[in-house]
């Protein structure tokens, strides 16, 4: 069984933004590890993060929970209220986002409805720079 390799880098645009690059399976044995160094990060001051998911193998139902723990841990309490009210467009968090994830990650995220809520994007440069 393959673990999770979770590193930690900075990227500054308008803002400075955490980068947590995954890799490996995230699942039950590795979702508080994940949620861990997004923990940490959040009590470091950061405020927005970035899940590079370019080079994770594996996504499970326990790693879509740790996602959306970080999703409520970096997302304050004003926007998550505004999920649940009525509107044209569904909220998409400017806190929380994903990079390059594979097809089948991309596939489990999107019939879960994760994509509604987080911004997906294609490459680590393009993430970054819509942070604003």
Avoid at 58 to 71: D, E, M, P, T
Avoid at 85 to 94: A, F, L, N, T, V
Wanted: aromatic share 8%.
């Amino acid at each position: 069984m393959s673990e999770l390799t979770v590193t930690k880098s900075q990227i500054q645009r308008s803002m400075p933004v955490t980068v947590l690059h995954l890799k490996g399976h995230l699942h039950g044995p590795t979702e508080l590890e994940l949620f861990e160094h997004a923990r940490q990060a959040n009590e470091g001051g950061a405020k927005h993060i970035l899940l590079d998911m370019s080079e994770l193998e594996v996504l499970a139902s326990a790693g879509l929970r740790a996602i959306q723990n970080i999703f409520k841990l970096f997302t304050p309490a004003g926007d998550l209220e505004l999920m649940h009210r009525p509107g044209d467009e569904p909220y998409k968090s400017p806190y929380l986002k994903l990079v390059c994830p594979n097809p089948q990650i991309y596939y489990v995220l999107s019939i879960t409805g994760f994509l509604q809520n987080i911004p997906l994007y294609n490459n680590l440069e393009e993430a970054a720079d819509s942070f604003q």
